[in-house]
């Protein structure tokens, strides 16, 4: 993942979204979370979840560190699940403001 770009992580869940009550995609560095998503601000289809993150937030991210990312839900029958840690490298960009 760049900095100062706005990806967008598609991630597939084992069920169905509609049965997600709450949900967090959590963004940490250094096991500190950076940026947290919730389900008001994900793309639910079928069994995927869709985030976008803005320019604000990858700037956010230190380069000197890979960035982690956790997909946590908790269903509407108050099941708990949480994703394996997907670690992605932090890429610098030679620009450090918003366009």
Sequence with gaps: MRRGTTPKHTFTLPF????????????????VAKIVKKKTDA??????VSVKLTQDETLRLNCRHKTEIQVRVVTHDGES???DI?????DRCLDNEVL
């Design 16 to 31: 169905d979204t509609s049965l997600i009550c709450k949900l967090r995609v959590i963004y940490a560095q250094s096991r």
């Design 81 to 83: 699940f949480v994703s």
């Design 43 to 48: 793309e639910l289809s079928g069994n995927t």
């Design 86 to 90: 997907i670690t992605v490298n932090t």
